[in-house]
Nanobody, 114 residues
Framework: QVQVVESGGGLVQPGGSLRLSCVVSGSIFSISAMGWHRQAPGKEREVVAAIGGGGTTFYADSAKGRFTISRDNAKNTVYLQMNNLQPEDTAVYYC????????WGNGTLVAVSS
C-alpha cells in the first residue's frame, strides 16, 4: 500500500509565500516523476509543476517565475515553494508520484485572500 500525504497549505495574503511538502511512503519503488496539480472551485484539475528523477522540471505558465519544485529522493519527498501568491492561486493542491502506477494524495488547501 502506498500513501501520499501533502502538508503546508493554509491561508495567506496576496504577495505571500507558502511551501508545500509531500511525502510518499509504503510499498513503492523507483519513483520517477513527482508533481503538483491544483483544482480551484468550479474548475478542472490542472498541472502546476513536475520534476523527474534526474531533476528535470516542468512548470505551467501560471507557475513560472513564482513557484519552484524540488525533491529529496532519499526521503521520497517533493516540495513546492510558492512565492508572490495571488487570489487566483486559491485551490486544493494535489501531489502525485509515478512509479508502476500513478499515486495521488488527498490534497491540501491553499487560500489566498486579504
Amino acid at each position: 500500500q502506498v500513501q501520499v500525504v501533502e502538508s503546508g497549505g493554509g491561508l495567506v495574503q496576496p504577495g505571500g509565500s507558502l511551501r508545500l511538502s509531500c511525502v510518499v511512503s509504503g510499498s513503492i519503488f523507483s519513483i520517477s516523476a513527482m508533481g503538483w496539480h491544483r483544482q480551484a472551485p468550479g474548475k478542472e484539475r490542472e498541472v502546476v509543476a513536475a520534476i523527474g528523477g534526474g531533476g528535470t522540471t516542468f512548470y505551467a505558465d501560471s507557475a513560472k517565475g513564482r513557484f519552484t519544485i524540488s525533491r529529496d529522493n532519499a526521503k521520497n519527498t517533493v516540495y513546492l515553494q510558492m512565492n508572490n501568491l495571488q487570489p487566483e492561486d486559491t485551490a486544493v493542491y494535489y501531489c502525485n508520484a509515478r512509479a508502476t502506477s500513478l499515486y495521488w494524495g488527498n490534497g491540501t488547501l491553499v487560500a489566498v485572500s486579504s
